[in-house]
């Protein structure tokens, strides 16, 4: 079945640091893949997503691109602040029903 | 607009006890979404209701029932709480098929002793 396989964390970063949190899934066809961020207390928001093949996501600075080669998703951020402190999923829908997530890095940004 | 709204945000129970979760959105979407959130496991779906009257089975099923009680609401039901269904539980909707993007509750913690 599809998996998503994200880095385990915590990531810990200093503020203006530069981030990058891999991503990699297992899947049959041409999923759609997805970045999620949940702040603490919150339930999950979308960030990016990208939905063929070399596409790029964006979304507050953050940017991930399809890579079908090699099977991956990396969410990059050039710059990161202490607001970006928060838990990211890495997920995929593969034209059904469901979400298949990753499992969640946790990001801390010390100013 | 609320969005996506789920009560309660926090409940104890003791094992064998039941309860309902509820959810609803004001959205007008036509799909809407059970998860657990367990530790180091990402999030994992119970149930899902692509349209009102129907519902299906998602990862990890046992244990729990649903409703869609109209557009609007998707309730999650345990008839009888088990320590293992300690967990953080969300909502979500989205307007179409296949999962685009899905909008999500602030989730309901509950724990069962």
């Known amino acids: 079945g599809d998996s998503v396989t994200q880095m385990e964390g915590p990531v810990t970063l200093s503020e203006e640091a530069f981030l990058t949190i891999n991503c990699t899934y297992t899947?049959?066809?041409?999923?759609?893949l997805f970045w999620y961020v949940q702040y603490p207390g919150e339930g999950l928001q979308l960030l990016l997503k990208?939905?063929?093949?070399?596409d790029k996501g964006s979304n507050k600075g953050f940017e991930a691109t399809y890579r079908k080669e090699t099977t991956s998703f990396h969410l990059e951020k050039g710059s990161v602040q202490v607001s970006d402190s928060a838990v990211y999923f890495c997920?995929?829908?593969?034209?059904?029903?469901?979400?298949?997530f990753g499992g969640g890095t946790r990001l801390m940004v010390k100013p | 607009n609320a969005g996506v709204t789920q009560t309660p945000k926090f409940q104890v129970l003791k094992t064998g006890q039941s309860m309902t979760l509820q959810c609803a959105q004001d959205?007008?979407?036509?799909?809407m979404y059970w998860y657990r959130q367990d530790p180091g496991m990402g999030l994992r779906l119970i149930y899902y209701?692509?349209?009102?009257?129907?519902?299906d089975k998602g990862e990890v099923p046992n244990g729990y029932n649903v409703s869609r009680l109209n557009k609007r609401e998707f309730s999650l039901r345990l008839e009888s709480a088990a320590p293992s269904q300690t967990s953080v539980y969300f909502c979500?909707?989205?307007?179409?098929?296949?999962?685009?993007?899905?909008?999500f509750g602030p989730g309901t913690r509950l724990t069962v002793l």
């Open positions: 997920a995929l829908n593969n034209a059904g029903n469901m979400l298949t």
């Open positions: 990208a939905t063929k093949a070399d």
């Open positions: 899947a049959t066809g041409y999923p759609s």
């Open positions: 959205m007008n979407h036509n799909s």
């Open positions: 979500a909707s989205s307007a179409i098929l296949p999962a685009n993007e899905q909008f």
């Open positions: 209701s692509a349209s009102e009257g129907t519902t």
